[in-house]
């Protein structure tokens, strides 16, 4: 069921609790593979829970080699949110800067979710939408 907005309701309340994580030696081949799959938007490459960058589709096209780390193309700003934050001011902000995604990390830099606006922009998709579309194989 994915989240309705309301004023009170949080980001932690609608983010997927446990995304697809990458580590920190990602190469950008990994993460083409990666965003081949067109509900993916964003990569999160976290060390010992921390999240240390964010990868975007955007930021792979450039013409990087696949052995190039991952990491060294990795943003962090713009692309967080606190958990805390409301999930009517972290829409507004998504459609702002034209953002489907933003980690989630708290004040430590800890990964606690990914919050995924839906493309329709009415809501935000929930750890059961993202795993029926994960194939079992």
């Given at each position: ?21 990458h580590r920190p ?113």
């Amino acid at each position: 069921m994915s989240a309705v907005l309301t004023p009170s309701r949080t980001v932690a309340s609608a983010m997927v609790a446990r995304p697809k994580v990458h580590r920190p030696t990602a190469t950008v081949a990994e993460l083409r593979a990666f965003f081949r799959d067109d509900h993916v938007h964003m990569a999160l490459l976290v060390e010992h829970g921390k999240l240390i960058g964010t990868v975007e589709r955007a930021d792979l096209e450039r013409n990087l080699g696949g052995a190039t780390a991952a990491l060294s193309i990795a943003k962090l700003e713009g692309r967080t949110i606190a958990p805390g934050a409301t999930l009517s001011d972290a829409r507004k902000a998504m459609k702002r800067d034209r953002r489907r995604r933003l980690a989630v990390a708290n004040t430590e830099g800890r990964l606690l979710g990914l919050l995924c606006l839906k493309a329709s922009g009415l809501g935000f998709c929930s750890d059961a939408d993202v795993a029926s579309r994960t194939d079992p194989a």
